[in-house]
C-alpha cells in the first residue's frame, strides 16, 4: 500500500510554545489530506481537511488559528499547534487520499502525540 | 446525515475462532465506500478491506471478509482464525461520493485469548 510518513511520533514542549508536525506521502500524489485527533480509546475526531494548494476546511469547534494547517504541495501537509497548552496534548494523525472517489483508500501517518507541559 | 456506528465497544475471541465486529451506517448519499482499519497499541492505522455500495459481493481480503448487507445498512467485519496479533482496536468507516470526508465509528477493541 502507499505510505504516508509523520514526523515527530512523539513531541514534548512547553506550554506557549509553537509545533510542527509533517506529513508526506511518499509514494503518490495526495490531493486531499485529513488531520485527525484522538484522545485516548476514542474515536478520530477530523478537525480539518486540506486540499494542495488551498486553504484548510475546518471543521466545527476546531480553531483555526491554533491549528494552522498548510498543503503547500500534493506530497505535503503541516499541522503547526501555536501556543501550545496542556489541553492540546493529544495524538495528532494525518491521513491522505489519492482522490476524492468513494473506493480511495485513506492512507494514514503513524501519528504523532503530542505533550504539553 | 452521515453516521458511522460501532455498538461493541470490547469483544473478546478465542485465538483460532472467527469472530464478527459490528458497523451500521446511515447515509443520504446513494454512492460510498465502506473501509475497515485496525489500530494495534502503537497507533498506526492499518487499512484492512474496502467495499463499495454498488459491488455485487462481498469483499475478502485473506482472513477477512465484510458482511455486506445494503438494506439493513450494515457491513460488518469478519475476521477468521483469529491471532494474537489480531488484538487491536477495529475501526468502520465511510466515505460518501459528495461529501470529501471519512466517518469513523467509535471503535471496537478485540482482545484474542490464548
Known amino acids: 500500500g502507499a505510505v504516508v510518513s509523520q514526523h515527530p511520533s512523539r513531541v514534548i514542549c512547553k506550554s506557549g510554545t509553537s509545533v510542527k508536525i509533517e506529513c508526506r506521502s511518499l509514494?503518490?500524489?495526495?490531493?486531499?489530506m485529513f488531520w485527525y485527533r484522538q484522545f485516548p480509546k476514542q474515536s478520530l475526531m477530523l478537525m480539518a481537511t486540506?486540499?494542495?494548494?488551498?486553504?484548510?476546511?475546518?471543521e466545527q469547534g476546531v480553531e483555526k488559528d491554533k491549528f494552522l494547517i498548510n498543503h503547500a504541495s500534493l506530497t505535503l501537509s503541516t499541522l503547526t499547534v501555536t501556543s501550545a497548552h496542556p489541553e492540546d496534548s493529544s495524538f495528532y494523525i494525518c491521513?491522505?487520499?489519492?482522490?476524492?472517489?468513494?473506493?480511495?483508500?485513506?492512507?494514514f501517518g503513524s501519528g504523532t502525540q503530542l505533550s504539553v507541559l | 446525515a452521515q453516521k458511522i456506528t460501532q455498538t461493541q465497544p470490547g469483544m473478546f475471541v478465542q485465538e483460532k475462532e472467527a469472530v464478527t465486529l459490528d458497523c451500521t451506517y446511515d447515509t443520504s448519499d446513494p454512492s460510498y465506500g465502506l473501509f475497515w482499519y485496525k489500530q494495534p497499541s502503537s497507533g498506526e492505522m492499518i487499512f484492512l478491506i474496502y467495499?463499495?455500495?454498488?459491488?455485487?459481493q462481498n469483499a475478502t481480503e485473506g482472513r477477512y471478509s465484510l458482511n455486506f448487507q445494503k438494506a439493513r445498512k450494515s457491513a460488518n467485519l469478519v475476521i477468521s482464525a483469529s491471532q494474537l496479533g489480531d488484538s487491536a482496536m477495529y475501526f468502520c468507516?465511510?466515505?460518501?461520493?459528495?461529501?470529501?470526508?471519512?466517518?469513523f465509528g467509535s471503535g471496537t477493541k478485540l482482545n484474542v485469548k490464548p
Open positions: 468507516a465511510m466515505r460518501p461520493l459528495n461529501f470529501n470526508k471519512f466517518y
Open positions: 486540506s486540499n494542495e494548494g488551498s486553504k484548510a476546511t475546518y
Open positions: 491521513s491522505a487520499s489519492g482522490g476524492a472517489a468513494p473506493n480511495e483508500k485513506l492512507f
Open positions: 467495499q463499495g455500495s454498488y459491488d455485487q
Open positions: 509514494d503518490f500524489q495526495a490531493t486531499t
